[in-house]
């Protein structure tokens, strides 16, 4: 009867090979012998999953076995792996698990390295992001030689690999003989080897050159944001993608607004004959001048609101909160202080009479 190797390792038809990895190796580390000595049961399940994995480690021998239950026109019973039980102990089992493992799912052409990132820091003024603004970012870094493309020169067809960057490998393994495909050595993987190289970048494929780039700070922008430049970074090996530039925005501090998520909070000196009778003042937001109407009878740490004079983003306009307090004149001429002296005898009222009725 047929064996379902699926099952025997707890996985779904069809399996990434990732998966089946995570999967055998869970299992072997639960069965393996060194771990149950004595433990036959324990001794037929590790058979049985190293039976499963060397079928479906191997691309044509799963398929065959998905598409008659077999890979080699025979059942797989009494596969026999008494010779690899004999081969170390379990932390030697273990300790090239991995390389192993990789190594028989194949490898072929070298996955050719993509360009690095880089980070730039920009200081930016809450005018700036009070309706947005863009900025000129001035660059120094390996980008793509012009001259040759990113090429590095003249290349011609890789002798060793025919051009397809990859070598089979036969190896012998804990679970048998497997052919693997790996990085060709002489090309390294790219398939082709370097014949003249360019004047410019001297084979690299890559320049060091000074940029310009304009960006667009959005507005209403937190501090430490970071923001996303695609393909802005150093350029990588030939064929691939250079990296990003990431902008990460620091917010200068303001020498009189305040920050609020999207509100702006301004204290606002009045002095004591604006407080009393009202008055018509000029303030600053981050649009410009602005008038706010002091109502007669101000009190000191009254808060007003101007809708829509905050920051700007996605979600709409903030606000700006004014806050008054009294200033206390700290010299008056002769006339003035006679004039607040009568204004004392005028008073018929002191706020402190508020605490009379403590003082019975």
Known sequence: MTKDYYSVLGVQKGAATDDIKKAYKKLAKKYHPDLNPNNKEAEHKFKEINEAVSVLADAEKRQKYDQFGTADGQQFSGYDFSDFMKQGNFSDFFSGFDDVFDRMFGGGRRRQARGQDIAQEIEVTLEDIAHGTNKTLHLNKLDMCGACNGSGGNRETCTACKGTGAQIISRRTPFGVFQTSSACRQCE????????ACPKCD????????????????????????????????????GTQPGDLFI?????????FKRDENNIILDV????????????????TLGGKAELTIPPHTQNNTTFRMRGKGLNNRYGAGD????????????MSKKEQELVEELRELEHEKPQSMFARFFK
């Open 203 to 238: 084979g690299e494929g890559r320049v060091r050159v000074k940029k310009e780039i304009e960006i667009t700070i959005p507005s209403g922008i937190d501090e430490g944001t970071q923001l996303r430049v695609r393909n802005e970074g150093i350029a990588g090996e030939p």
């Open 269 to 284: 000196p009045l002095s004591f004959t604006q407080a009393v009778l009202g008055d018509t003042i000029e303030i600053p």
């Open 189 to 196: 993987g790219k398939g082709s080897t370097l014949k003249k």
């Open 320 to 331: 700006q909160f004014i806050k008054v307090w009294i200033k206390v004149p700290e010299r």
């Open 248 to 256: 990460i925005i620091h917010i200068k501090e303001h020498p009189i």
